[in-house]
């Protein structure tokens, strides 16, 4: 039987970092499977959860047949109900493909990418979690220059999210993002090290209960 893969979740705070990181990892050659990416997929024209999505709130969520991603936004915005019901049918698709694409791969790691992992009770679906991190104020700035989003509008992302202090609390490891490129590039070096190690190892494979009696047979040969 093949072995699953090890598998590292990378989560963080908007802006923090979790983009630029997997792109060092990811020129390491270690495999990137991104949710953010596999949730745009599952929404491109011909797909199943497209149909359901139109079917749901209407066809005016489209425009030249493609999904308007700022109109579906609004219809949930202030919607709880209609939020839940389109992460009940997102969600599952997307964990759904990230494990499809992990069982392909033989490296001895690879990165999964999910900004709200722990937003949306997921840390089991992982075998050790990344958390990049950066104090408040420098991911307001980040996100100010890269977004060019007001004081408010801050506020209302970082309020969606869970605290920092919680982040932090559900991380096996912490990558502080505070200093330049070259330095981050050096943190990305040692965590690849580290969980290269792991994956050859096989450490994170956890095995619960006793050999089968054919195992028990075998071992003794
Ligand atoms: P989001 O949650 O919105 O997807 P993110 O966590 O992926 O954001 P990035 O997009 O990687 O964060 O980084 C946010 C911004 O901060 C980007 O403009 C990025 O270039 C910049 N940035 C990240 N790390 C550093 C760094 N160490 N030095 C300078 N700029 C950085």
């Not at 990181?21 to 745009?40: H, M, N, T, W, Y």
């Not at 007001?150 to 991380?171: K, P, T, Y």
Request: hydrophobic content about 40%; some cysteine.
């Amino acid at each position: 039987m093949k072995q699953d893969i090890f598998k590292v979740g990378l989560t963080g705070g908007i802006g923090c970092g979790k983009t630029t990181i997997a792109g060092l990892f990811a020129e390491k050659d270690v495999p990137v499977i991104d949710a953010d990416q596999i949730s745009r997929q599952l929404v491109e024209p011909g797909q199943p959860a497209l149909a359901a999505i139109v079917h749901h709130f209407g066809a005016d969520l489209l425009e030249n047949g493609r999904l308007n991603r700022s109109k579906l936004r609004g219809q949930i915005f202030t919607r709880p109900d209609e939020k839940e019901w389109l992460e009940n049918l997102l969600h599952p698709l997307i964990y759904q493909e990230m494990q499809r694409q992990a069982e392909l791969l033989s490296t001895p790691y690879c990165l999964w990418v999910v900004p709200l992992l722990l937003e949306t009770g997921h840390r089991d679906f992982v075998d050790r979690l990344l958390v990049v991190d950066c104090p408040i104020e420098l991911q307001r700035r980040r996100i100010q220059s890269r977004d060019g989003l007001d004081e408010a509008g801050i506020d209302l992302v970082l309020a969606a999210q869970i605290s920092r202090q919680h982040r932090l609390a559900a991380a096996d490891d912490i990558l502080e993002n505070v200093g330049p490129l070259s330095e981050l590039q050096a943190h990305v070096e040692e965590l690849h090290k580290f969980y290269s190690d792991i994956g050859m190892r096989g450490d994170h494979l956890r095995i619960i209960g006793q050999p089968s009696p054919d195992e028990r047979i075998a071992s003794k040969l």
